[in-house]
DNA sequence: TATAAAACTTCCAGTAACTGGCAGGTCAAG
DNA sequence: CTTGACCTGCCAGTTACTGGAAGTTTTATA
């Protein structure tokens, strides 16, 4: 199955195909052209880290998921911890998130926004 | 002021600070041995682009706000306007990371994480 | 069968906002 | 007068792709 094909059955973009390869994280057959040859393991891998990274799973987690998939003696343990710790980091992003959308939130609503220059956001931006 | 000590004052380290002169966000005057020199000014947007930085306005937005910064006759509104717009983007994050930490909650706690191979973790990953 | 279109290949550059490191010049202290 | 701290510019690396160019191969149509 060529690269075009690959993308239409996984869900990810013929260059992001290309790149996995490149970095050796889904590595295809080759034809006797060159062209990249995938099969439904390939493709499955493919959905697989499509769906890893849109739950936020670093390129560099997700190869350790990748081989944690492909080992059939694995313990859920290893990827359960591997989750863990991505939630954890997920909780205190959006904790950072959460303080400064209320501090902007604030800022906006402080702001009458008219024609004036006096503007309490850049004000606040400026103090020390 | 050499660039360390303005670095001390504005609590950016010296090597953003070369950045942002590079870019053209802060350029500082210049001495005879070709030192950066900071003075009051210089170092008072640098503490309002560290602020502005801080709550996640980009550098390109940080440039637009520096020069309403500086413009005496701006209106507020163009800054509420320029907030209104990160807000929202940043509100947009916010979902989205919530919806993800859903989901990895959800699948942290499906997993035993025991010895065994069987995860729905790595189920659900691999999941069309 | 000729040819044009589409799909494939590799490689290079660019993105955002720095950060690290190197070679070399400068300055203050002992 | 030397040592060490600081400065300079410049280049590379970071993350995870994405766009584009140049060249080859396959496929579809006339």
Redesign the interface.
């Known amino acids: 199955m060529n690269v075009r094909d690959a993308a239409a059955r996984s869900g990810l973009p013929a260059k992001t195909i290309r790149y996995y390869d490149d970095i050796g994280l889904v590595v295809p057959d080759r034809r006797a052209n060159g062209y990249r040859d995938y099969n439904d393991q390939t493709v ?1 891998k493919l ?2 880290l499509k ?2 990274r ?3 799973f670093s390129i560099d987690n997700c190869r350790q ?1 990748l081989s ?2 492909e ?7 290893d ?3 591997l ?2 710790k ?2 954890i980091e ?2 205190k ?2 904790e950072e ?2 303080q ?2 209320a ?3 604030h ?2 609503h402080s ?9 309490p ?2 004000a ?5």
Do not use: M, N, W
Request: with cysteine; charged share 30%.
């Open positions: 499955q959905a697989f769906r890893a849109q739950l936020g998921l944690l998939y080992d059939k003696g694995r313990a859920s343990g990827v359960k911890s989750a863990e991505h939630l997920v909780d992003r959006l998130l959460q400064l959308r501090t902007l939130s800022l906006v702001c009458r926004g008219d024609d004036r220059p006096d503007c956001i850049l606040d931006l400026s103090k020390d």
